[in-house]
Structure formats: C-alpha cells, structure tokens
C-alpha cells in the first residue's frame, strides 16, 4: 500500500492527496482511499504524474465506464477515452477543443445520464491564466436562503449543449448528427449524490435557462441568482496548473470553468477523460 497524505486544498471542498505515482500499479487499498476523498471532498489533486493515455485511460476506469465525448473531432487519435482541450493547431487543424469550457458548468450536464467525475492531466500550461474555478455545490446549496430552498424545491431545470453552443464564438458549430445526440434535458435543481446521500445545488450558466412551470422572466431572474451565489469565494477553489497535475472532480457536486489566458502567447494542453454517471434525483 501506498503511504499518502491528505492535504485540504478550501473550506467548501478539494483535497490533494500526497504519495500516489500512477505510472505504477496502484493497489486496491491505496485505490479505495482515493476514492473515499473523492466522495469526501469532491475535488482530488495529484501532482507530478508522469503517464501515458493509456495508463490515464486504466487509472479513469476503475471509477467507472468511460464516455466517448460527442465532439469526435477532438477525441485523442486512437485513445478515443481522451478528449483533447488545446489551442495548439497543427498542419493546419485545431488539436482539441480551443477554449475548453470557459463557462461554469458541470460536464455532460446535457446528457440524459451526466458524467460522474472527469479527469485532468495537465501536459502544458501557460505561465499566467489558464486557472480553473470550481465551486463546491454542496456547501453552495447549504449557503442559500430559506425562502430560495423553498422556490427550487422539488423544481427541474432544463439543461441544453445546443442553447450553449449558440453563445461560443471559437467553436465550429455543432453538426446535425452532434444536435440529434444532445437533446435538451431536464434535471432536479437539488441533486442528491448518490454515494452520500448530501445534496447540491445542479444548475449552471453555460445551459440552464428554463424552469419549467415557471415564467420564463422568473426563471431567469431565479437562475441568476442561483449562478451568483454559488460564485462567492466561499465556495470556490482557484487551481493553478502544473504540468504533470491531474484533477478528479465530482460533477455530481462541483461545476468548473477554465479562465482565459493569453493564447497568441502561450500553449495549453490538457487531457480529459470522462466518467459514465447515472441519472440525477
Ligand atoms: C473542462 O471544462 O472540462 C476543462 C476545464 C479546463 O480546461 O480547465
């Protein structure tokens, strides 16, 4: 078994867990500590990793079934488990996807069954900006009024890629087969994670913008709200990138997003893969 050290990274949640190489064979022991901090805090670092696709691809399934990202122009070439978030453009052609979710959001949230982590390998990061934020939903659910737990209770949002997209300027647009896959969905506004059983806040900037049964102009007052309560400092964890970092986060109770950075100046390169979830209660 490993020896390992836990190290919180915020009060709301994250915590880097110190003395795992996954270039060598993880144990089940050491494995089954990994996973308890990830439902304990939501939000896993492990720094200085040395892998490759194929040994980050084995690590990500042993939390569960991976997906194969809808957007296959930018899958990793024969490791299809890896999507590619790059500005790099090579022979001409954009690596992968170029500004990799600079909205927050909660990945696959589209999706009938969303993802239940993903995981970050940082390979180049540039020398300012580039951050990612991830606020802890748990703590930001916790943190709202009661008179707002009273509006979302046993209310849904619709989620919707196709309503995202339409905001992104760098982006190619969907296609149509891309479309037909990623029909718009709804989901409780207070999930439960499953494992624990604690509940958290499950609405996001980048493609909520409908309570159904609610006008539409008090929706969006109410999700305004909602997107600027759960962005307080107290609930966001800022990580500054290292190459070799690797970040497992809980979409079931974090969202995220990527900060700009200077990208005529710098390269970055990440590699992510995503893990099947099921579906939200
Ligand atoms: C993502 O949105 O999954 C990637 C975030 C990042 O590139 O920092």
């Known amino acids: 078994m490993m020896a390992i050290g836990l190290r919180p990274l915020h009060d709301a949640h994250g915590v880097e867990v110190q003395g795992v190489d996954l270039a060598k064979d993880l144990d089940d022991a050491t494995f089954a500590r990994i996973l308890d901090a990830h ?33 296959n122009q930018y899958l990793l070439p024969g490791h299809p488990e890896v999507l590619v978030l790059s500005n790099r453009v090579e022979n001409g052609k954009q690596k992968g996807v170029p500004n990799g979710g600079w909205i927050w959001h909660s990945d696959l949230a589209y999706m009938k069954r969303p993802s239940l982590g993903s995981l970050l390998y940082a390979h180049e990061v540039p020398d300012e900006g580039g951050d990612t934020l991830y606020a802890g939903m748990h703590a930001a659910l916790e943190g709202l009024s009661p008179a707002i737990r009273k509006q979302i209770a046993g209310r849904s949002a619709v989620h919707s890629y196709a309503w995202y997209y339409a905001k992104l300027d760098q982006r190619a647009p969907l296609t149509e087969e891309q479309k037909a896959k990623t029909p718009p969905v709804e989901h409780p506004i207070e999930r439960t994670h499953p494992v624990t059983g604690r509940k958290a806040l499950y609405v996001f900037e980048a493609f909520c913008d409908e309570i159904p049964g609610m006008p539409q ?19 966001v964890y800022a990580h500054r990138w290292l190459p070799g970092d690797i970040l497992f986060w809980d ?31």
Not at 45 to 71: C, M, N, W, Y
Not at 263 to 280: A, E, I, L, N, S
Request: with cysteine; hydrophobic share 35%; glycine share 4%.
């Open 39 to 71: 439902h304990r805090y939501g939000l896993v670092l492990l720094r200085d990793q040395k892998i490759t696709p194929g040994q980050h691809i084995a690590f990500s399934r042993r939390f569960g079934e991976l997906e194969i990202h809808v957007l």
């Open 251 to 281: 979409n079931r109770c974090t969202m995220h997003r990527a900060t700009p950075y200077d990208q005529q100046k710098y390269h970055r390169t990440m590699h992510r893969t995503t893990v099947t979830g099921d579906v939200p209660f």
């Open 217 to 235: 102009d008090e929706a969006r007052a109410l999700l305004a709200e909602l997107f600027a309560h759960s962005v307080k400092p107290d609930y």
